[in-house]
């Protein structure tokens, strides 16, 4: 993909920008914390967190791969699942006046109110996890895959119409690469909504997790143990954004180069 | 309007044709009674103001909507659905942004279940002629509004059609674009003569590219007239300053103001 010059440097000047944000916020968080000395338990230093992370190293590495497995194969089987669901729901009026209108009525429940139910039925292992993490994922994938699916242009629809493209051809040719710009959009929203489902299951029961240290560290008072599972719940988030970022450049660049000019020209 | 049936005129037959959309209080009639009969290798251009029906006229040639009465004939055969041998050009260029431009121009062979690797020299020929040679691996985000128009008549050429249909191919394209890309569009069709019909609302764009215009009234849609232009071939983009060029233009003015539908500076030559 030939991106501009100027895109480029734009978007590395915004990393640099927010790296130095980042630490900035640490620093003045460390400033604070070594003139006003809290107590440990209230807020811990940044340095103190580090440490944290720095005595146990496999021990958090073992958690975090809980999560981030809970995560990604919710993820995962929502993306799936969603985008089937997205074309059924494009191609057949049923499908749309049940599964979607069910969806979008479930949608109105905060599903990490449903998470209890899932240890119920799935025990206080990973399926639970999965399952918690796959459906609070599931409406973003749907919801913005059905989007795309339907805004071709009909102009295109009356191309593919004219050399008698089937629908199968107008959707493996105009309507699934159509869609693909609004599939990443709703799949960065999707993946850090994922997180957040993996964490719900693991606070109201599990042996592992991130989400499980939190909550037995809180339990003890263990405050600096609660921050240093923050600080990796926002790299993992971080880092799962940017890959689904990344995969939107390396699949769609078309999009990506709009995008750009769009921005460069507001 | 009709014209003098005779065999090289009955390439495509319109007859008689009416399209209403809605029924009742929201009943529109597009088009009313409409006949036009068009020679193999004839470039015909529906001409009319927004709103008289150009556009659905073509779209019911294309197959891609069904007339309410009438008849399209190809070839002596009734089209009831997008004929074979068809290109079509929107006025959108509706290229896809995800191919490049050689895979754009052969899609209508992808969509057709045609080899790809054989019609590929074609493709490649096409843009060549069209004066876009170099630009076979670029993508159409890389492209100008002129440049991507011309990839989508490649794309419709691909296939040789023996009917071409242009929706207002070049009215979203600035001037200069524009006059470029009609002397381009006169060339090929000089060079392989297929059956064009031109939908526009250009005035001077009509007479400069056709051998026959259909003058289109609306509120029903009709034809009005039909207008010979005898100019003779291949014109130059000066030949739109000569006295026979503006008697032409001053004639089809003539049948729009007869018609209530031009006004002083609403005049668009």
Redo the contacts between chains.
């Keep these: 993909m030939p991106a501009p010059d100027g895109n480029r440097a734009a978007a590395s000047r915004r990393a640099l920008h927010v790296a130095l944000v980042v630490v900035g916020f640490f620093a003045l968080w460390q400033v604070a914390v070594m003139l006003a000395r809290p107590p440990d338990y209230l807020l811990p230093a940044p340095s103190a967190i580090f440490a944290e992370l720095v005595t146990a190293p496999l021990w958090y590495l073992g958690h975090a791969l809980q999560t981030i497995g809970a995560t990604l194969l919710g993820f995962s089987l929502a993306l799936l699942v969603g985008c089937l669901a997205a074309v059924g729901i494009v191609y057949s009026r049923v499908l749309e006046n049940t599964l979607y209108t069910l969806l979008v009525a479930l949608n109105s429940v905060p599903k990490v109110a449903l998470a209890p139910l899932f240890i119920i039925w799935m025990g206080t292992g990973l399926a639970s996890k999965i399952a918690i993490s796959f459906l609070i994922a599931l409406f973003a994938i749907v919801v913005d895959s059905v989007l795309g699916l339907r805004s071709v242009d009909p102009d295109a629809v009356d191309l593919f119409r004219s050399l008698k493209g089937g629908r199968l051809q107008t959707l493996f040719w105009l309507r699934a690469p159509n869609a693909l710009p609004h599939l990443f959009s709703g799949m960065k929203v999707a993946v850090s909504l994922a997180l957040v489902g993996a964490i719900a299951g693991e606070f109201v029961a599990s042996q592992a997790g991130l989400g499980y240290v939190i909550l037995s560290a809180q339990g003890a008072f263990q405050t600096t143990r609660v921050f240093a599972a923050i600080v990796l719940l926002g790299v993992i988030g971080t880092v799962l954004f940017f890959v689904v970022d990344l995969a939107e450049r390396l699949v769609c660049p078309w999009h990506v180069s709009h995008r750009a000019r769009h921005r460069g020209e507001g | 309007m009709t014209l003098a049936p005779g065999s090289d005129r009955a390439f495509l037959s319109v007859s008689g044709l009416d399209k209403v959309y809605g029924t009742g209080e929201a009943r529109i009639v597009a088009l009313r009674d409409v006949t036009l009969a068009i020679g193999g290798a004839e470039f015909v251009s529906l001409l009319g103001p927004s709103g008289c029906g150009k556009s659905t006229l073509l ?1 019911c040639v ?3 909507e069904r007339p309410t009465a009438g008849a399209i004939a190809l070839e002596g055969r009734s089209v009831t ?2 004929p074979d041998h ?1 290109g ?1 050009v ?3 260029d ?1 290229l ?3 191919l490049t431009v050689l895979r754009n121009i052969l ?2 062979a ?3 279940r045609l080899p790809l690797e054989e019609l590929r020299p074609k493709a490649e020929r096409l843009l060549d002629l069209i004066g876009l040679g170099g630009f076979a691996d670029r ?4 492209l100008s509004g002129g440049m991507r128009q011309r990839v989508a008549i490649c794309r419709a050429l691909l296939l040789d059609p023996a009917l071409l249909l242009m929706d207002e191919p070049f009215g979203a394209l600035d001037a200069m674009t524009r006059d470029e890309l009609n002397l381009e569009l006169q060339r090929l069709w000089l060079a392989d003569a297929k059956t064009v019909l031109f939908v526009t609302h250009s005035i001077a764009e009509a007479v400069f590219l056709s051998d026959r215009i259909a003058v289109m009234s609306r509120s029903p849609g009709r034809i009005v007239d039909v207008i010979e232009v005898d100019l003779p071939r291949p014109r130059e983009l000066a030949i739109r300053e000569t006295a026979e060029f503006a008697r032409h233009v001053a004639r089809i003015r003539r049948i729009f103001e007869g018609f209530g539908m031009l006004r002083g500076s609403h005049a668009r030559a």
């Design positions: 779209r294309a197959g891609l659905e997008p068809m079509i929107f006025q959108r509706v896809l942004d995800w899609l209508p992808r969509i057709r993508f159409p985000w890389e």
